[in-house]
């Protein structure tokens, strides 16, 4: 009988993007069973994961939610019981997760749904309505009007699932379609006018190494010698500010919420993560991991003196990792997962930068913007690896006091 296995993605999809596998489930399971896997299923899985970076199981429209919370264990043993988001769904208007509306499914408290649209008596929910962000909300110069009625979208913001404050991120997310808008294919700008067509909603993805690939290799010394400090309350921090076009960085300064002004925080919780983060299954593999909308100092060891450098203007600090991150920008370096209904992706959390994309509140059939889609991220206890171990890197993922 055949085991679990699995295969790349096409090269036409994957592109330069280093992205993509689909996992087939063990002859005779149609429907993920983590207890009929054997240790050399979850192997093939693990290695399927963390070389490809996104892996998807097709045909899941029934899973049991509780399900995900197990799955995402056999990535990270470390991985609690805890959404990283924290145990609740939030509420907190100044946290950017109300803006979602995310709810969470209450017999799967690890599972979050997000989506657009209202449903009711949904997973014991009475009422669910979560909206789909828009692009209005996000960037500084928001799509024209010409460039919606052509299908343009863009990615919103691209990120590491993890709030930077207080939880560790955690090693996979792992994302379940549930229902799938049923809109016409948009389209991703890229620099010197190339575009990318991509699925109503699709979930767009890069791969930190191959980020980290495309540095020079003064930038690769730079990153490799560098711990990134987050902003306290990252995301409260930028609440007001928007970001560029291609979603990567804040390009504007002056919106920030003055760190006096924060909700009450502790240099202790701040997140603080080398730049350049060491894979557990491919463990020669630099990945350059960092979230260019919520760093606020970078502190650089010079290997040869042992003295550090610090960066703390948050403007110059944006600027510095923007100018790294852009390269990857290039539609053949982008995986846009399309979505189907069943499906089951997981991702390498701590090796892809992803985002949302899609444009969905401009058509009028409320039906066929309908989407729902499970989320669950579990924080983890082990903080990011570094890629090159030195003196003073941090070990405990946040800042040391
Ligand atoms: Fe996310």
Not at 193 to 198: D, P, Q, R, Y
Not at 312 to 318: G, K, L, M, T
Not at 346 to 351: K, Q, S, T, V
Request: proline share 7%; charged share 25%; net charge negative.
């Amino acid at each position: 009988m055949a085991g679990l296995n699995f295969e790349l993605l096409r090269p036409e999809i994957r592109q330069d993007s280093a992205i993509g596998a689909e996992i087939h489930l063990p002859e005779g399971m149609s429907m993920l069973d983590l207890d009929r896997l054997t240790e050399t299923d979850k192997e093939s899985l693990r290695q399927a994961l963390f070389e490809n970076q996104v892996v998807v199981i097709k045909n899941q429209k029934g899973i049991d939610p509780t399900v995900l919370p197990q799955l995402a264990r056999v990535f990270d043993s470390t991985a609690s019981n805890i959404h990283s988001a924290g145990e609740k769904a939030v509420s907190d208007p100044k946290n950017i997760l109300s803006a979602y509306k995310a709810g969470r499914i209450p017999r799967a408290p690890q599972v979050g749904i997000i989506g657009s649209g209202k449903f009711q008596d949904y997973e014991g929910l009475d009422e669910l309505e979560v909206i789909h962000l828009d692009h209005t909300m996000f960037h500084e110069t928001p799509l024209g009007p010409e460039e919606l009625s052509q299908g343009y979208t863009r990615p919103y913001r691209w990120h590491m699932d993890t709030p930077f404050y207080e939880r560790l991120p955690g090693e996979v997310t792992i994302l379940h379609s549930v229902r799938v808008p049923n809109l016409p294919d948009q389209k991703l700008q890229f620099p010197e006018g190339k575009h990318k067509e991509v699925a109503a909603g699709a979930t767009a993805f890069f791969s930190g190494a191959r980020a980290f690939s495309l540095l020079t290799p003064e930038e690769r010394e730079f990153a490799l010698n560098t711990t990134v400090t987050y902003a306290p309350q990252a995301y409260e921090f930028i609440r007001h500010c928007k970001g560029s076009d291609d979603g990567l960085t804040v390009p504007c300064w002056g919106r920030e919420v003055p760190v006096d002004r924060l909700s009450a925080w502790t240099w202790e919780n701040v997140a603080e993560h080398p730049m350049v983060w060491r894979s557990p299954m491919n463990p020669d593999r630099p990945f350059l991991q960092v979230h260019g909308c919520c760093v606020f100092k970078l502190t650089t060891r010079d290997p040869q003196t042992g003295s550090t450098t610090v960066i703390d203007d948050v403007e110059e600090v944006r600027k510095i990792v923007y100018n790294m991150q852009k390269k990857i920008y290039a539609p053949e370096n982008i995986y846009a997962h399309r979505w189907e209904e069943g499906d089951v992706v997981i991702f390498h959390n701590r090796g892809v930068m992803h985002s949302i994309t899609g444009q969905l509140s401009q058509y009028r059939e409320d039906e066929d913007k309908k989407r729902i889609l499970w989320q669950c991220t579990m924080t983890s206890k082990t903080p990011p690896q570094p890629f090159r171990e030195y003196p003073g890197v941090n070990g405990s993922g946040f800042v040391k006091v």
